[in-house]
């Protein structure tokens, strides 16, 4: 949050209503979620603080870390230096940078409803709670209908900025910047100069997403034995 700060990233009005509206209606659909009709002899976690909770959160927070400050640099190669909507107090303007981050992190808050829905052996599986599947269904054809363009008035209505076609400008890809041409970063510039921008983007949204589900899959099952 202080390096997308620091770089002036911010949301529109249009987007933080959404967001809201969309973690509104996932929690509610979460409450709705009912417990089955005949008690598991599998005890449940005794305390939130559990080590499954805890080793949980440790790696759902790297994966998530990584995939934002991966989008975070190959997005930064693209924002014109001289935009005065990159400070940090400066008026909100779509650009590459705050458009792909804004895809990102909602991601990633549709991903930790995903993952952290317990379902059964103590309340019905995510599947079997319609409307809370669904939602997520939606939310994500939504969110990857944005990052590929396949729509181009939904990325108008949500305030998104057009996503580039062409190589990063020369000028940002410069020795000396603020990351530095760390090995990591030289590889992303690299793919990004492969696949386009577009299809990045959205590689780095799916890794998010099977990454942080194989994650969660393989804690549950190695510490609940």
Do not use: W
């Not at 009912?34 to 603080?49: D, E, N, R």
């Not at 895809?103 to 808050?109: C, F």
């Not at 993952?115 to 997520?136: D, K």
Request: aromatic residues 8%; neutral net charge.
């Amino acid at each position: 949050m202080t390096t997308l700060h620091q770089k002036g990233v911010k949301q529109g009005d249009r987007q933080l209503t959404a967001v809201g509206v969309v973690v509104a209606i996932l929690f509610l659909f979460v409450t709705r979620g009912k417990p089955l009709p005949k008690l598991s002899t599998k005890k449940p976690p005794s305390s939130v603080l559990c080590r499954e909770t805890l080793f949980s959160i440790a790696a759902q927070f790297g994966i998530h870390y990584v995939a934002i400050m991966a989008v975070t640099l190959i997005s930064d190669a693209y924002v014109d230096p001289y935009d005065p909507s990159i400070v940090p107090d400066g008026p909100f303007h779509p650009n590459t940078l705050n458009t792909a981050t804004f895809l990102i992190t909602v991601l990633t808050t549709i991903n930790t409803f995903l993952v952290n829905y317990q379902g059964r052996p103590h309340m019905e599986s995510l599947r079997e709670n319609v409307l809370l599947f669904r939602s997520i269904q939606a939310c994500y054809f939504v969110l990857f209908v944005c990052a590929s363009e396949a729509f181009p008035p939904l990325n108008q209505l949500m305030q998104l900025s057009p996503l580039p076609t062409t190589g990063p400008p020369a000028f940002n890809l410069r020795d000396g910047s603020e990351y530095g041409r760390s090995v990591v970063h030289s590889v992303l510039l690299e793919s990004l100069n492969l696949v386009g921008f577009r299809v990045m983007l959205c590689v780095v949204m799916s890794l998010d997403t099977v990454l942080v589900t194989l994650a969660e899959k393989t804690i549950r099952s190695v510490l609940e034995g």
